[in-house]
């Protein structure tokens, strides 16, 4: 066995992530309102791969989730905030590509920049089918579902909190306590170089 061979992790490959925005989108299409910004799918995109850091873990909601295969107790979470960096500095990439692959639309609101699902998109994610694929697609439902009707600064504030290392009953918090990661409390997460609609602060 090559123990020199680097880890290749699916995070790392542009064809999965690709592949799971898609179904992001598409879970995003069943909700209203219709459609988000760059920074609000970035959200979505990392919180629905880390549903554990959302949902209770002795709801019916986590239940669901292992079931569709998500286990609380990975290691992963322990790096949940420096995980959420790299990943957010893909998405507007990633986002770009689907867009000019004819996946997804952008129009201008109020501003900013909306990003949707096509019709050629959600015809395309009814072919990704693999396992992992409905599990993921379990969670971008109920990701979305919880988080719909947050404000952006609110959901900014509650995401900067579920990745948090200090003393509350998360994964995040559980796991780098036992390895010895906590750094006094303080948050992992780096804000988003973008400002606060007046109304949000």
């Known amino acids: 066995m090559d123990t020199d061979r680097p880890v ?7 064809q999965f992530r690709l592949a799971q925005l898609l179904l992001l ?13 760059l920074e609000r799918i970035a959200y979505y995109d990392f919180l629905s791969a880390n549903p554990f850091l959302v949902v209770e873990p002795d709801s019916r909601e986590a239940s669901l989730l292992r079931l569709a295969g998500f286990d609380p107790r990975v290691l992963s979470y322990a790096s949940s905030g420096q995980r959420f960096t790299s990943r957010r500095e893909r998405i507007q990439h990633d986002l770009s590509l689907l ?3 004819g996946c997804c639309s952008a129009a201008n609101e109020q501003g900013g920049l909306v990003y949707r699902i096509t019709s050629a998109g959600r015809e395309l994610s009814t ?9 993921f697609t379990t969670a971008a439902e109920m990701v979305v579902g919880k988080l719909r009707r947050l404000s952006d600064a609110r959901l900014r504030k509650e995401t900067a909190g579920w990745v948090r290392v200090d003393g509350n009953n998360r994964p995040a918090a559980a796991l ?5 990661t906590v750094d006094n409390g303080s948050t992992v997460l780096q804000p988003l170089d973008q400002p606060f609609a007046e109304d949000d602060r």
């Open 8 to 14: 290749v992790m699916p995070e790392d490959e542009v």
């Open 25 to 37: 989108m598409n879970a995003m299409a069943d909700q209203k309102p219709y459609g988000a910004n």
């Open 99 to 101: 867009v000019a692959y």
């Open 127 to 135: 072919h990704l089918t693999t396992t992992y694929a409905r599990s």
């Open 176 to 180: 780098a306590s036992v390895l010895g």
